[in-house]
Structures are given as structure tokens and as C-alpha cells.
């Protein structure tokens, strides 16, 4: 199971979608144009087949923070992530990241941390972000194996290396 988590408005839903589009078994991998999504209130499960194997991603509504942990169990990898475009969001991600970082549960569980949303403007790089976090640091410190990439779930930059990293994780945890 890969747990996806984020602040609300971040793109998780989006990502799930584009990845599963990109994943299609009819082998056409075409993003087409973005679907419409809605804020997710509760819990969404996607199965992303890549080369044969099923990994399930449960995506879990940003509203929900507080009651993460429930879901904490299973959890082979973690996709957590940033909205890039939006700098004032840092440091609640920063808190949420390192509260999932210590977790017990979450010790072997493989992290890719993804900056969402590098297609809009800003007026924060995400290498700036990267070092007010200090970034380097929490990698530095973190028990888990940890991925950074910069995408746009909406412009599909950067989606066949998270199917990469997912299908590569879950191939090393079987």
C-alpha cells in the first residue's frame, strides 16, 4: 500500500488520476486534458498497474491530518506533497512532513516527497523552499529512504518518474 498525503489543495487527487490515465492497460499512456476533481473529503483507493503489478494508493483528504495515523499501518511507501506554488503552506507541510518522518509505523516506509504545481508562478523557487525547510537536514536525519522530484500533476512534468519511483519501491518491498 503507498499512503498519498498533503496539505488540502495540493493536487493529490489530480496526481492519482493523471498517474492512473499514464498507467492505462490499453498501453496509450495519454494525459489528455486534466479532469475536473473536487476536494477530497475522506478516503480515496486507486489501483496504478505498472508492468503487471497492482499498487494500490490510498489518497487521504487533507482535512484529515489530524486522523492520518490511522492509516499508517501497511504502508510500504509514502507519497507526500508540497504545493509549490504557494509558500505559505511550508510550514504547516514542514510539521505535517517530520510528524510523518518520526512515526514508528513509518520507519521502513520508502518517502517520495513531490513539489506540485512548478507550472505556475511564484515567487519562491522550490530550491529556496527546499532550504527554508531545511530540507537537506530532514533527509540527513530521517530513518526512511527519501525522493524529492518537482512535477505538475496538471501539465503531467514529471509523472513517469513517480511511476518509475513507485513501480521500483514496490518491486524492492515484494
Known amino acids: 500500500m503507498c499512503l498519498?498525503?498533503?496539505?488540502?489543495?495540493?493536487?493529490?487527487?489530480?496526481?492519482?488520476?493523471?498517474?492512473?490515465?499514464?498507467?492505462?492497460?490499453?498501453?496509450?499512456?495519454?494525459l489528455g486534458d486534466p479532469p475536473p476533481t473536487q476536494p477530497t473529503v475522506g478516503t480515496n483507493l486507486t489501483d496504478i498497474v505498472t508492468q503487471k503489478k497492482i499498487i494500490t494508493i490510498r489518497e487521504l483528504g487533507g482535512c484529515m491530518g489530524p486522523i492520518w495515523s490511522s492509516y499508517y499501518g501497511n504502508c510500504h511507501s509514502l507519497l507526500f506533497m508540497l504545493d509549490?506554488?504557494?509558500?505559505?503552506?511550508?510550514?504547516?507541510?514542514?510539521?505535517?512532513?517530520?510528524?510523518?518522518?518520526?512515526?514508528?509505523?513509518?520507519?521502513?516506509?520508502?518517502?517520495?516527497?513531490?513539489?506540485?504545481?512548478?507550472?505556475?508562478?511564484?515567487?519562491?523557487?522550490?530550491e529556496e523552499m527546499k532550504s527554508l525547510i531545511r530540507l537537506s537536514d530532514i533527509i540527513a536525519c530521517a530513518k526512511q529512504n527519501i525522493t524529492t522530484m518537482e512535477i505538475s500533476a496538471r501539465e503531467g512534468t514529471g509523472l513517469a518518474g513517480v511511476l518509475r519511483w513507485l513501480r521500483d519501491t514496490h518491486r524492492a518491498s515484494s
Do not use: W
Request: charged content about 15%; glycine content about 8%; aromatic content about 2%.
Open 4 to 30: 498519498l498525503l498533503g496539505a488540502a489543495g495540493v493536487g493529490k487527487t489530480l496526481l492519482v488520476k493523471r498517474l492512473q490515465n499514464l498507467s492505462a492497460p490499453d498501453g496509450k499512456g495519454d
Open 84 to 126: 509549490a506554488s504557494d509558500p505559505t503552506q511550508l510550514s504547516v507541510s514542514c510539521v505535517h512532513l517530520l510528524s510523518l518522518l518520526s512515526a514508528e509505523q513509518l520507519a521502513e516506509a520508502s518517502v517520495l516527497i513531490l513539489f506540485n504545481k512548478t507550472d505556475l508562478p511564484c515567487y519562491m523557487s522550490v
